[in-house]
C-alpha cells in the first residue's frame, strides 16, 4: 500500500468483504473483479485512472461510478 491512507485501505478491505461474504465471483482479471450479489446485481471493482485522478472504483451492473479508494497507481485482482 503505497501512498495510500492506512485508514483508507482498511475501509476498502473491510467494505468487499463485506460485500464477499454474500457474492459469488464471476471472474478476476488483473484489473477487474466481477461478483454477483445474493441480490442478483452484478458488482464490478475495477481499476480507473484519468488525467486527474486514479482508483478503484465500484460499478453496480456496468453502471454508476462509486469511488471506493483512491490515489491507487495500480492493482492486480486474482
Avoid at 33 to 46: D, K, P, V
Amino acid at each position: 500500500v503505497k501512498d495510500i491512507q492506512q485508514d483508507d485501505w482498511g475501509v476498502f478491505l473491510m467494505q468487499l468483504q463485506r460485500e464477499a461474504r454474500h457474492s459469488r465471483l464471476n471472474w478476476a482479471t488483473g484489473t477487474r473483479l466481477n461478483y454477483q450479489l445474493a441480490s442478483g446485481q452484478r458488482i464490478q471493482m475495477e481499476y480507473y485512472s484519468n488525467q486527474e485522478s486514479s482508483m478503484i472504483r465500484r460499478l453496480v451492473s456496468g453502471r454508476g461510478h462509486q469511488p471506493y479508494l483512491m490515489g491507487v497507481e495500480w492493482v492486480n485482482f486474482t
